[in-house]
C-alpha cells in the first residue's frame, strides 16, 4: 500500500490521517488477540482486574502476542510506515489501554527534527460524545506560530480561553473497529465521554535516528523504564521477528543497554508501572 500525495500533504499539513475501514479483514482476530493478551495479564492494570476507575496500560503491548506483533508485517502498516517515516522505520514500542472518561489535551512529545508517528487501533465504535480521539489540525507544526503558542499554553487552556476541553476547536475522529488513526506524536489530542473500558492500543513509529543523534534516541527509549521496560521490545516480537521486521527493530535493540538498569531504579520508586 502507498499513500496518495494528497494523503501525505494532508499528514504534513494537519497531522494526522484516518484510514476507515482499513484492518476490516483481521479485526475481529485483532479484538481476539488484545482481549487474551488481557486475560493473560489478569485483565486489567499490573495483573488486576480492569476497576473502570482508573485508566490501565500496559506498555509495550503488541509485543506480547504472536499474533498483534504480526501487524508490523502487515502490508498496510508497512506502507503507511514507510512514506511517512521512511524505508528504514524503526518500531518504537506500543501501548494497550482501557481507558476511562476524559483524556485532556497533550501531545506525546515536541520533537523538532524526527518524525515520529503513532497508529491508534480503537476497537469499539465511538463517536465524538463518547471518547473518539480529537486532533487539533496543524498544531503539530514545530516553529509554526499557532503550534507554538499552543505548545507554550498547554495545560492552561481552561482559564485562557474559558471553554472546558471539550469546546476547544478540534476534529473529532469518529471510528469503527476496523479503522486506524494516524498522527504525529506532535499533534494535540485528547477524548471526552469515554467509558470506562474504552479498548485501544497504538503502534510507535520514528524514522531511523542517524548515527550522531543516537543519544537522543537511548534518551527517548529511557522514558519506556516507567514502564518497567528492561528490553526495547517484548519476547513475542523478537522471538517471530523475521529478517524483514529485525530491520525495524534493530537500532533500538542496538541502544537499549541501559534500560534494564533505570527499570530496576523504577521498580524501586513506583509500586506499579505507570499507566500512561
Ligand atoms: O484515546 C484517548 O483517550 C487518548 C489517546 C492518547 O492520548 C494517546 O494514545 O496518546
Request: charged share 25%.
Amino acid at each position: 500500500m502507498q499513500l496518495t500525495p494528497q494523503q501525505k500533504r494532508h499528514f504534513d499539513t494537519f497531522g494526522f490521517l484516518a484510514f476507515p475501514g482499513l484492518m476490516d479483514d483481521r479485526i475481529a482476530d485483532i479484538i481476539a488477540a488484545f482481549e487474551e493478551l488481557w486475560s493473560r495479564q489478569g485483565g486489567g492494570h499490573h495483573g488486576q482486574p480492569h476497576d473502570g476507575k482508573r485508566r490501565s496500560c500496559l506498555a509495550p503491548f503488541i509485543d506480547h502476542s504472536e499474533r498483534l506483533s504480526t501487524l508490523l508485517d502487515d502490508s498496510r502498516i508497512l506502507g503507511i510506515a514507510k512514506d511517512l517515516v521512511g524505508e528504514d522505520f524503526n518500531y518504537m514500542g506500543s501501548d494497550g489501554n482501557f481507558y476511562v472518561g476524559d483524556t485532556g489535551w497533550h501531545s506525546d512529545g515536541w520533537h523538532s527534527t524526527l518524525t515520529h508517528i503513532k497508529i491508534a487501533f480503537y476497537l469499539d465504535p465511538l463517536t465524538r460524545d463518547n471518547g473518539c480521539l480529537r486532533v487539533i489540525p496543524g498544531s503539530h507544526r514545530v516553529g509554526d506560530g499557532y503550534a507554538e503558542h499552543l505548545q507554550r499554553t498547554q495545560g492552561a487552556w481552561d482559564d485562557l480561553f474559558g471553554v472546558p476541553g471539550c469546546d476547544i476547536p478540534a476534529q473529532a475522529l469518529e471510528t469503527r473497529p476496523g479503522d486506524i488513526l494516524v498522527f504525529n506524536h506532535n499533534t494535540k489530542h485528547a477524548a471526552f465521554g469515554g467509558n470506562k473500558r474504552r479498548r485501544m492500543f497504538t503502534m510507535n513509529l520514528c524514522q531511523r535516528f542517524p548515527e550522531a543523534k543516537l543519544q537522543e534516541l537511548r534518551d527517548y527509549m529511557a522514558g519506556g523504564a516507567r514502564f518497567w521496560v528492561e528490553r526495547a521490545y517484548g519476547p513475542a516480537m523478537l522471538a517471530t521477528a523475521t529478517p524483514a521486521r529485525m530491520k525495524h527493530l534493530e537500532q533500538a535493540l542496538a541502544n537499549d543497554g541501559h534500560l534494564k538498569e533505570l527499570s530496576r531504579q523504577a521498580r524501586e520508586k513506583m509500586p506499579e508501572p505507570a499507566r500512561g
